[in-house]
């Protein structure tokens, strides 16, 4: 299993960005798919999460409302639109995968199983 990020990068607070997560060697619509952030200093916190068909998707208490996760399966691809931004939203963000067709998407760090190498956002205030 191989993930990719893209999309990081500098906005300005109250703008928006749309990360992007590729999985290669990997049945993709068999996964659910999560999306991770670790600041200097902070342990990696949970941001969204989405099941394998997309029907089911959660969201960290600090971002709801203001990211959308969505996933394209033909293209074994998962986003995360990231709207209204704030300097405390400054991590890398990584992409995480777990093999399973369960109607959920798991919130914690350990019920994943691959992980990217990870995108920094900054936001600037």
């Known amino acids: 299993v191989q993930l990719v990020e893209s999309g990081g990068g500098l906005v300005q607070a109250g703008g928006s960005l749309r990360l992007s997560c590729v999985g290669s060697?990997?049945?993709?619509?068999?996964?659910?798919m999560g999306w991770f952030r670790q600041a200097p200093g902070k342990e990696r916190e949970f941001v969204a999460g989405?099941?394998?068909?997309?029907?089911?998707?959660s969201y960290g208490d600090s971002v709801r409302g203001r990211f959308t996760i969505s996933r394209d399966n033909d293209k074994k691809e998962v986003d995360l639109q990231m709207n209204s931004l704030k300097p405390e939203d400054t991590a890398a963000y990584y992409c995480?995968?777990?093999?399973?067709?369960?109607?959920?998407?798991?919130?914690?760090?350990?019920?994943?199983?691959?992980w990217g190498q990870g995108t920094q956002v900054t936001v600037s205030s």
């Open positions: 989405i099941n394998w068909n997309g029907k089911s998707a």
């Open positions: 995480a995968a777990r093999g399973t067709t369960a109607p959920y998407a798991g919130n914690r760090r350990d019920w994943y199983d691959y």
């Open positions: 060697e990997m049945s993709f619509d068999t996964y659910a």
